[in-house]
Nanobody, 123 residues
Framework: QVQLVESGGGLVQAGGSLRLSCEMS????????MGWYRQAPGKQRELVAT???????NYADSVKGRFTISRDNAKNTVYLQMDSLKPEDTAVYYC?????????????????WGQGTQVTVSS
């Protein structure tokens, strides 16, 4: 079993910064990709940033230049550094990872989600 646990959310004023962490644990053979998504009240969940095994990154246009995704392979942890936060960044942020938990080629990777962490940006 694989678990993703987010931390680092909270309340911050506009213009401030937060750093989210997502620690992955359990039976992990290889992490193919990882990312952050968010869901604001009344809206659909949307992609914020992704990071592939080859260190390729992708960001939503709304966060480019303000957010940075990174990882620590030794700790199986992915981070989201959020700077210059805006009230419209308020949402529950979810960590996602595509993980292969078996070295057997016949067993495919699976997508796992964390429980979410609330980020609130006040104006």
């Amino acid at each position: 079993q694989v678990q993703l646990v987010e931390s680092g959310g909270g309340l911050v004023q506009a213009g401030g910064s937060l750093r989210l962490s997502c620690e992955m644990s359990g039976s992990i053979f290889r992490i193919n990709s990882m990312g952050w998504y968010r869901q604001a009240p009344g809206k659909q969940r949307e992609l914020v940033a992704t990071l592939t095994g080859g260190d390729s990154t992708n960001y939503a246009d709304s966060v480019k230049g303000r957010f940075t995704i990174s990882r620590d392979n030794a700790k199986n942890t992915v981070y989201l550094q959020m700077d210059s936060l805006k009230p419209e960044d308020t949402a529950v942020y979810y960590c996602n990872a595509d993980i292969k938990f078996s070295r057997l080629a016949a067993i495919p990777s699976r997508s796992f989600w964390g429980q979410g962490t609330q980020v609130t940006v006040s104006s």
